[in-house]
Nanobody, 118 residues
């Protein structure tokens, strides 16, 4: 079955940058939106950013200005450029894709760990 695969996570110092990538194992023609979520231990999963097939983007308020989402939804490829990272950004970051504009995403990646530490 089709699955999303993330890459690019790792250890970075506070104030540093990291770029995450996500792609589907096989193209999913029905996908209209892709997103990045993150989840820290003991905390709820939260939206980081999303991008629609038209290229329009949305960001969580706390991430706007520091994170940039880009990619090609039709090709099921998405990136997340993260700048000015802080220890509070430490989490598992997940790629997601959906065939509608709702919040129940149909496809999820396995996650990639991002650790921000000095």
């Amino acid at each position: 079955q089709v699955q999303l695969v993330e890459s690019g996570g790792g250890l970075v110092q506070p104030g540093g940058s990291l770029r995450l990538s996500c792609a589907a194992s096989r193209n999913i023609f029905s996908i209209v939106v892709m997103a990045w979520y993150r989840q820290a231990p003991g905390k709820e999963r939260e939206l980081v950013a999303r991008i629609g097939h038209s290229g329009v983007t949305n960001y969580a308020d706390s991430m706007r200005g520091r994170f940039t989402i880009s990619g090609d939804v039709a090709k099921n490829t998405v990136y997340l450029q993260m700048n000015s990272l802080t220890p509070e950004d430490t989490a598992v970051y997940y790629c997601a894709a959906n065939a509608n504009w709702g919040n129940d995403y149909m496809y999820w990646g396995q996650g990639t760990q991002v650790t921000v530490s000095s």
